[in-house]
Every structure is written in structure tokens, then in C-alpha cells.
């Protein structure tokens, strides 16, 4: 089958690359605004980790796909994007004791001192993209959604994704290895520390101390 007619498929064949990819844009979805719900916040985190973790899956496809390239010159208007204000509120609310945390941009770029970021914020900006691209799936533009799925995945989603996939698999780290944490809690995330301010004002707090309310539990 050639690119062009896999590109095409859609739920005629469940095993085309398109309704592969747009089935794991779909579960994240639908993932992480059920865990913004609250119904379950002590397993949040672990949750969190696992649809991250499967999200980068379908990312790395994506990347390492070649370029596709839209039917249309000009992006169909899609009009105003959905509000993602209330998810990202309920996440931080969730996430409160561990949402901030220390992120490297471009680990390629020399000299780039850490800046603080947010769990909750990058979730929000993540489903920020795959939404774009499932309007345009759910509209019967498969090659139009899948060109912006990989698109963002290279400009936006792909690295927020995996900066959040890092602090996650961290904070569970620390947790179950009993490692004490940095409280990031105080930091502005609207401005860029370097080193010497992120060491002044991180504190020392111990694993255990939000172990419970996250659904964690450390090595005995």
C-alpha cells in the first residue's frame, strides 16, 4: 500500500498508521481530562506517567514518519479553539505540592541555566494541539490531521510532552527510591532563574511528606 492510500484510511482498516495515531491522540485525551475530573487524585500521578509515556509513543512515530503534507494549501478554518482554562485549573489544584518543576529547553543550546514550569500547564498545552489536529481528523481531513499532529509534535507538543514525561518519571522516582525533593512550589514560573537563583530558593522537603495524597508509595 502506498504512503498516500495509508495517509487515506480511516476506520475501514484499524490498522492504518492514520487510525493507529488518532486512536492514542483520542486516549490521552479522554485520559487526562478524566483524571481532571478528581475522582481518583491518589492515582494521579501514575496515571499521568502512563498516558504521557504512551502519548510520546505515537509522538516518535510521528517523527519518525515522513513529512506529510497537507491536501490543501491553506489550513481549513477550524474556528475558536476549545477553553482549556478549567483542565488546567483542576490540574494544578491536583498536582499543587509538585507542579512545579525545573525544565531544561534545548539540552543542545550551551549554557542555558533551568527554568521553573508546570505540569498542569503543559498538559493544558498539549491537549491544546491534539485537539486541533482531532478536529480536523473528526472532519474526514485525516492526511490535514496527521500533517499537524507531526507538525506540532516537532514545534510545540513534542517537547512539552517529554519535558512533563521527565517530571513525572522523576517525581515517582523520588518517591519510590525514598530520595528527598526540591520544593519548587515558590518559584515564579513567569520569570527565568538561573542556577544560583534556583538553588537560593529551592527547599528540602521529603519524599514521604506527599507521597500519600499522590497515590505513591516509596521502596522499602
Known amino acids: 500500500m502506498s504512503d498516500d492510500a495509508t495517509l487515506h484510511s480511516t476506520t475501514h482498516d484499524p490498522d492504518s498508521f492514520a487510525v493507529q495515531i488518532a486512536d492514542q491522540v483520542e486516549s490521552f485525551l ?29 509522538g516518535g512515530r510521528l517523527g519518525a514518519h515522513e513529512d506529510i503534507v497537507p491536501d490543501e494549501r491553506y489550513e481549513p478554518d477550524l474556528g475558536p479553539e476549545p477553553d ?22 534545548d539540552p543542545y543550546e550551551p549554557r542555558r541555566p533551568p527554568v521553573p514550569a508546570r505540569i498542569s500547564d503543559d498538559l493544558a498545552d498539549v491537549i491544546t494541539d491534539l485537539r486541533h489536529g482531532m478536529a480536523h481528523y473528526r472532519a474526514g481531513r485525516v492526511t490535514e490531521a496527521l500533517w499537524w499532529w507531526q507538525f506540532s509534535y516537532f514545534s510545540n507538543w513534542g517537547s512539552t510532552a517529554s519535558a512533563t514525561l521527565r517530571a513525572l518519571q522523576s517525581l515517582v522516582a523520588h518517591v519510590r527510591l525514598n530520595q528527598p525533593l526540591d520544593e519548587l512550589d515558590g518559584l515564579d514560573t513567569d520569570q527565568d532563574l538561573g542556577d544560583d537563583a534556583l538553588a537560593e530558593e529551592a527547599g528540602r522537603v521529603m519524599a514521604e511528606e506527599i507521597a500519600e495524597p499522590l497515590g505513591l508509595r516509596p521502596v522499602q
Open 84 to 105: 482549556v482554562d478549567e483542565l488546567r485549573e483542576k490540574l494544578a489544584v491536583m498536582l499543587e505540592p509538585v507542579d512545579v518543576y525545573s525544565e531544561v529547553f
Open 30 to 58: 479522554v485520559a487526562v481530562t478524566e483524571v481532571a475530573r478528581g475522582d481518583e487524585p491518589d492515582s494521579a500521578v501514575p496515571f499521568l506517567l502512563l498516558e504521557v509515556s504512551q502519548l510520546m509513543l505515537a
